[in-house]
């Protein structure tokens, strides 16, 4: 069983940017491949990026490349999604999810465990 934490949601101004942090529970948190995913309001769930257990490969849904950065820190059981130039279009509940093997990263049903998101709000 692994428990998800997502934090560092908030308002910020288009342009800005903010750090979002997902503390994982699991003792053996670098058997996990990570992902991020979003959902607005009356949308679905989205992926925008993933990483496999090491850190040493990412990927990124094509409209994120060049704006968010995944990255994780095994030594502290945590995935972060650095976001750069927020667009009110970013605005979303943003969650991070966890399962063993890589697979299909955008299809959220193969994620085994999720956290309770973190909301981002841009303002225009």
């Known amino acids: 069983q692994v428990t998800l934490v997502e934090s560092g949601g908030g308002l910020v101004q288009t342009g800005g940017s903010l750090r979002l942090s997902c503390a994982a529970s699991?003792?053996?948190?670098?058997?996990?491949?990570m992902g991020w995913f979003r959902q607005a309001p009356g949308k679905e769930r989205e992926f925008r990026a993933g990483i496999t257990w090491s850190g040493s490969s990412t990927y990124y849904a094509d409209s994120m490349k060049g704006r968010f950065t995944i990255s994780r820190d095994n030594a502290k059981n945590t995935v972060y999604l650095q976001m750069n130039s927020l667009k009110p279009e970013d605005t979303a509940v943003y969650y991070c999810a966890a399962k063993r093997y890589t697979g299909t990263w955008y299809r959220h049903d193969d994620y085994d465990y999720w956290g309770q998101g973190t909301q981002v709000t841009v303002s225009s």
């Open positions: 699991a003792r053996t948190f670098s058997s996990y491949v």
